[in-house]
Nanobody
């Protein structure tokens, strides 16, 4: 069982940056694929970014490519999402999740989820 706790969300202006963190507890963090999803009000949860267990592979949604960077520190059991050039449409609750099947965008692939952290971008 892996427990995930997100932090780092907040209220920022368009063009600003934020770094989200997801701290994991429980065994085997370094063997998990880690991902970030987000859910805006009235919308379905959508994939944002993912990283392989070793950190050697990453995958991004087109909407955030070249603006967001996912990374991980297995020694600290933490995954990060650096978000630059934020836009109003990035406003959402951001969730981290862990899985072992594949680095892909389907939420059904991930077994463990955090409670989420709110990111609000104002114009």
């Amino acid at each position: 069982q892996v427990q995930l706790v997100e932090s780092g969300g907040g209220l920022v202006q368009a063009g600003d940056s934020l770094r989200l963190s997801c701290a994991a507890s429980g065994p085997g963090f370094s063997s998990y694929i880690m991902v970030w999803f987000r859910q805006a009000p009235g919308k379905e949860r959508e994939f944002v970014a993912g990283i392989s267990w070793s950190g050697s592979s990453t995958y991004y949604a087109d909407s955030v490519k070249d603006r967001f960077t996912i990374s991980r520190n297995n020694a600290k059991n933490t995954v990060y999402l650096q978000m630059n050039s934020l836009k109003v449409e990035d406003t959402a609750v951001y969730y981290c999740a862990a899985g072992r099947v594949a680095l892909a965008s389907g939420s059904h692939l991930y077994d463990y989820w955090g409670q989420g952290t709110q990111v609000t971008v104002s114009s």
